[in-house]
């Protein structure tokens, strides 16, 4: 298959921007560049879908038809972006609301998590202790017994 | 068969139900489940050893050869006999067993008749695949079981160990059975084992299927989830860790020995490892003071033996087997009972503290003795029987020649040793008066089903000592299917003075040399427990685990987002960048610079709006940039023949600006985020480098491409069997229409979100629909044409004076209907022409949304006086139904029909039953669109309203009163 040059390097700028974008802290922001990045991948539909040809409807004009797979495959992907826009955009508003910022902070749980394995602090895993901290099998008796 | 199982299941569910409506009699009537099993078997007898055995198929899964198929066969049938008795008797001494109060007593019912039945299953299914799905479901039925009292920790801790033991054992047994079936070609194991297949693959397959076998039952070195699952309750010990769960994996052996039993990896694997579970279970049997650990180490040692003689693949080891399998069920099953009822009883099971229980309790105690003396081998109990028939048969094989057997056959007599040490152990602790030592208070004298389970289990043992020559016939028939020697094994008590009796002789003497030297044994085993164990191995094992999935989580995971999706990309990038380096990189060999020049022109707009929405610092200039790519992006849709994704990418276009819009006028006009100079220069150099790879992998990837395309064909099957000429339209309500489905899913569940995301409180939502229904009862007023109203729209009057536009409401008036229509033609047309379901709704959408702009939320409730909930259920609704009620007209799911029908007037009419599917779509894309409008439009203009209003108190005085107009907004 004959690639078009022109349509991968447009795809290649919109994600390139869409990943700039992307990168930034702010949501509203992210979102934007989530929308290039969904045109670019788009476009890359097109790309797969070959050499250019009239609109996949039979009996509608003459000459080669345009591969009609991944048109279907992005439609529902378009309209799957507008919900997720509507959803992010919530998302934004009420981090909006209640922080009158839609920056994403660090998450502290992750941080947490980081600090543990820096410390090799094992103290949560059910094996903590070493090998004879586990109560031996069977020392605690069936309970269903005990009466 | 079927029914069974489906009684089984039935009962399962029910259990927790009869649980709270009967309390522990429950049990009884659970019991009827497996007892009900072992009914049929008895009564499908004669069927069972007929040439044509009992069997049922059903396929299920074509694709992978699965087919729900049961054979029972000879093996099956002495299988379901043990499954559902010991499962019957079990159950029934469970109604004794708990308190009315045992917290979780309806799972536990629930859980343990769902393990009868997975186990029946396991037994009599044909198909490899079917007995790997009952093979898990009993790994995870007795996970739940042996966690039965989640809050202790030994519980917890022994559940997970038994389950990841068995659940490694089981993935390798998947690998080896699809292994074997797609060499034999075939998963139906009787088809595999009539012509068993050879070679590496089979060898590998075989290797694979063992581990999973041997595993489940607690052979070395897997043998230490066993006696850690005694923390189950004692009932769950005697039924799955004793009677069925871990003779699956004997089953498995026995099943497979017939017809593998001559691969290379077979005898060495099976020997080898029995006859050292043998030994080790029986050695670690001795030191303990547990009854109930001692009964599990000699279980994992009879299970060592039980995988000897039913791997070893000859006429006389199969026999041996089943007989043995058979006597183990009924003296394990009584024994752990009997432990179950002390510990009842007397709240304790160790040895050193149980005292006088022999003379006090004169009919468990001759039961229980009964029961030792079949595990210890004693005549004339059936554990004598075969336990002589196991010599016997090795004793032939050594003769003849063979040093293994020879050597198999010092193992089973010393584990036979051990065995009666260990039994004189259980016996001489638990029940005599010692001195020293006062009575062992009881608690509860034990009654009812606590002694009569386990004293007719042990007369069964008595029994079927000197009945065992009329078992033999029923249990030839799977020993049958496999060579024999010249000397065949027989059961029964009297063979005559020779070699195995000798044996046996030998063997009980020196057992009780051992239990009089049991002082000197036991500072033997003193000095030998510190040799590291397998459950040391199992603990390091996870601990590493846990680790390693600590510093790898602390270290890729370190709680910035735009850090984690850096680290995504940038693997994307080095992943793709080291192919390249390693492999080269193949140009394609002809390229196409742009397909017209009009392409160049959109490319140019797009590239400069994506640089700019990348520049701006401000969040609408942003917006705007990034909707400009898209409108170029559905020009490139245009330019290149894709008319239907050109239409859908417009209409999602320009309903996303206008809800980018509705939301951002909350926001700061400017971006709040003011990044350094150097993470804008990092950002920069991956985006350049994301760029640059998705270019290079586009060129590459679509230059390499010779397949023809996936569609081709797809213009003469989507006219024939679509119905439609649009093919994208007929892909989307056909083709894939599953795909569709799902995505509708998606959009429900997003919008969904929206909506609780915004409407935080639930009263919130109470007034929503308030407003709603009273929209409804307006509507219902209207009688006279609107024009004569004051009112271009049906609400107009409610939005401010200062904000009105006329021009927008005269404009609204006269388009919103045509719009609509033109949604309806687009929606029916869609299959044959530009349109369907998504962009007919995606207009009605932006017919909503002019209506909104022009009247505000009142106007929106009043041109669709429902939630959109309402609209989009009965879209997903419709969409399934379709799907379902292509099944019940005998279709497949999601098939379409196509009638042509004439009508008067209108001529020939086409109609094609996916219309409905796309009216489906159309629906949940009306109510995204009325969601996000009600939710991000309409919802937000409250809050930004009562701001206002908060504002305008708090500059009056907070104490004042709310202006009437206030009042109004805030109703």
Redesign the interface.
């Known amino acids: 298959m004959t690639p078009d040059v022109l349509l991968c390097v447009l795809a290649g700028v919109l994600v390139g921007c869409g990943v700039h974008l992307l990168l930034a802290r702010s949501v509203v922001r992210a979102l934007l560049g989530f929308l290039l990045l969904g045109n670019g991948i788009n476009l890359l539909f097109v790309v797969a879908a070959g050499p250019r040809g009239r609109a996949p409807i039979v009996d509608l004009g003459a000459g080669p038809m345009a591969d009609p797979l991944p048109q279907a495959m992005s439609l529902t992907a378009i309209v799957i972006t507008l919900a997720m826009t509507g959803f992010v955009l919530a998302l934004a508003h009420r981090s909006w609301q209640l922080r009158r910022s839609d920056l994403v902070e660090n998450d502290p749980e992750d941080a947490r998590i980081g600090l543990r394995a820096l410390a090799n602090d094992m103290s949560e895993s059910d094996f903590h202790g070493g090998v004879d901290a586990e109560p031996r099998p069977g020392e605690d008796p069936d309970p269903g017994g005990a009466r | 068969m079927t029914l069974l199982l489906l009684a089984h299941a039935v009962a399962a569910v029910a259990a927790p139900w009869l649980v709270r409506v009967v309390g522990r009699r429950a049990f009884w009537l659970l019991a009827a489940a497996p007892a009900a099993t072992a009914v049929w078997a008895l009564a499908q007898t004669g069927a069972a050893h007929s040439d044509t055995p009992p069997r049922i198929s059903w396929t299920w899964v074509p694709s992978l050869d699965l087919r729900l198929s049961f054979l029972l066969d000879p093996l099956a049938w002495l299988m379901c006999l043990v499954v559902g008795g010991v499962g019957a008797a079990v159950l029934v001494y469970c109604a004794a ?3 009315e109060d ?1 917290p979780g007593l309806g799972r536990f019912a629930g859980c343990l008749t769902g393990f009868a039945g997975a186990m029946l299953g396991l037994v009599a299914t044909d198909d490899l695949l079917v007995l790997f799905v009952f093979w898990e479901a009993t790994t995870v039925l007795s996970y739940l079981l042996i966690g ?2 989640p809050e ?4 917890r ?2 559940a ?1 160990e038994a389950l990841v033991v068995t659940t490694f054992g089981g993935l390798a047994m998947l690998l080896g059975i699809v292994l074997l079936g797609e060499a034999a070609g075939t998963y139906q194991l009787s088809e595999v084992l009539a012509a068993p297949p050879t070679g590496p693959v089979v060898e590998a397959a075989l290797a694979c299927i063992l581990v999973g076998a041997l595993s489940k039952s607690a052979q070395v070195p897997f043998h ?1 989830w066993l ?8 009932p769950v ?1 005697a039924y799955l860790h004793a009677a069925a769960m871990v003779k699956a994996g004997i089953y498995l052996v026995a099943r497979l020995a017939p017809g593998f039993a001559d691969a290379d990896v077979w005898l060495p694997v099976v020997l080898g490892v029995g006859g050292l579970t043998m030994l080790i279970g029986a050695w670690r049997a001795l030191r303990q003071h ?1 009854l ?2 001692l009964l ?1 180490y000699g279980t994992v040692s009879q299970l060592g033996f039980l995988t000897v003689v039913a791997g070893v693949g000859s006429y006389n080891g199969g026999l041996t087997a089943l007989t043995l399998l058979l006597a183990h069920a009924l003296f394990k099953g009584c024994l752990f009972l009997v432990v ?1 009822t002390i ?2 009883s007397t ?3 160790d040895l050193r503290e149980l005292s006088g229980l022999g003379r006090r309790w004169p009919l468990l105690t001759t039961a229980t003795l009964l029961a030792l003396a079949s595990m210890a081998g004693v005549p004339p109990l059936l554990g004598f029987v075969s336990k002589e028939m196991a010599y016997d048969t090795f004793l032939t094989a050594a003769r003849a020649g063979s040093v293994a057997d020879g050597v198999v056959l010092a193992v089973l007599v010393t584990g036979s040793v051990l065995t009666v040490a260990y039994s004189a152990r259980f016996a001489l602790g638990a029940f005599p008066t010692k001195r020293g030592l006062d009575d062992t208070p009881v ?2 004298p034990p009654s009812g089903a606590l002694v009569g389970v386990p004293v007719v289990l042990a007369a069964a043992s008595l029994l079927a000592g000197p009945l065992s020559t009329w078992i033999e016939p029923w249990l030839t028939g799977y020993a049958g299917s496999m060579p024999a020697a010249d000397h065949r094994v027989h059961l029964g008590l009297w063979h005559g003075l020779g070699w195995p009796l000798g044996l046996s002789v030998l063997t009980l003497l020196l057992g009780a040399l051992v239990v009089l030297g049991r002082d000197g044994v036991e500072a033997v085993q003193q000095r030998l427990s510190r040799v590291p164990s397998a ?2 191995a199992y ?2 094992v ?2 590493s685990l ?2 390693l999935s ?2 790898v ?3 890729v ?6 850090l984690q ?2 680290l995504v ?1 940038g693997t994307l990038v080095l992943l793709l960048a080291g192919a390249v380096a390693l492999h080269g990189i193949s140009w ?1 060999a ?7 020049p009009a ?2 022109g959109v ?1 140019a707009v ?2 400069v709006a ?2 700019a ?2 520049r701006s610092r401000r ?1 609408l200039r ?2 705007f940039c ?1 909707g400009v ?2 409108y ?2 559905a020009m ?2 245009v ?7 050109a239409l ?2 417009v209409l ?1 276009e320009s ?2 600006l206008v ?2 819009v509705l ?2 006028r ?2 700061s006009g400017r ?3 003011d ?1 350094t100079r150097r993470q804008r220069v ?3 150099v ?3 480098a ?7 992998v ?2 590459v990837a ?2 390499a ?2 397949a023809p ?3 081709t064909g ?2 003469v099957t ?2 024939d069997f679509g119905g439609g ?4 339209n007929v ?2 309500v056909d ?2 229409a599953w ?2 489905m799902g ?1 509708l899913s ?2 429900l569940v ?2 969904t ?2 909506a609780s ?2 409407y ?1 409180r639930g009263n919130q939502v109470h007034e929503h629909n308030e407003r709603l229904r009273q929209a409804r009862a307006r509507r219902r007023q209207y009688t006279r044409p609107l024009t004569t109203a004051s009112s271009w729209l049906a609400e107009g009057q409610q939005v401010p004076a200062e904000r009105r536009s006329v021009v927008l409401e005269v404009v609204t008036r006269l388009v919103f209907h045509t719009i609509i229509v033109w949604s309806v033609y687009l929606l029916l047309s869609g299959h ?3 349109g369907g379901g ?1 962009a007919a709704g ?1 207009v009605a959408g932006l017919a909503l949304t002019v209506r909104y702009l022009a009247g505000g939320r009142a106007e929106l409730q009043a041109a669709v006086p429902v939630t959109p909930g309402l609209l989009m259920g009965a879209g997903l609704f419709l969409s399934a139904g379709f799907g379902f009620v292509s099944i019940l007209f005998g279709g497949r799911v999601l098939q379409t029909w196509i009638f042509d029908v004439s009508v008067p007037l209108l001529g020939k009419l086409h109609l094609v039953t996916s219309t409905v599917f796309d009216i489906g779509v159309y629906l949940v ?1 009306v109510g ?1 669109v009325l ?2 409008l009600r ?2 439009g309409g919802h ?1 203009d409250v ?1 930004i309203e009562e701001d206002q209003i908060r504002r305008a108190r708090l500059a009056r005085g907070s104490s004042a009163p709310p202006l009437a107009t206030e009042r109004q907004v805030l109703r």
């Open positions: 067993y708990f308190d045992e039965h009292r202790t920790k030994a519980a801790s022994a997970t230490f006696p850690g699952a005694m923390a189950a309750p004692t010990s547990d109930k650990l599990a179950g510990d009842h709240d304790t099971r608690l509860h459950s040391t603990r390091v996870m601990r846990d680790r600590l510093e989580t602390g270290a995971q370190r709680g910035s987002l735009p999706l850096g990309l394609p002809d390229v196409l610079w742009f397909a017209t392409d160049l490319a797009a590239v994506a640089v929405a990348v969040r942003g917006v990034v790519t898209g170029a992006t490139v849709f330019l290149h023949g894709a008319p239907d994704l859908t990418q999602v309903v996303a809800v980018l939301v951002l909350r926001f971006f709040n985020d990044s990092v950002r920069t991956i985006g350049v994301v760029g640059a790879t998705v270019t290079l586009a060129l679509s230059g491409r010779d395309p996936a569609s797809l213009d989507a006219v000429y649009n093919i994208v892909i989307l083709t894939r795909d569709t995505e998606v959009v997003a919008a979100g929206i995301l915004v935080v044959n022409l530009p998504f995606l894309v995204l969601d996000v939710s991000l937000l809050q």
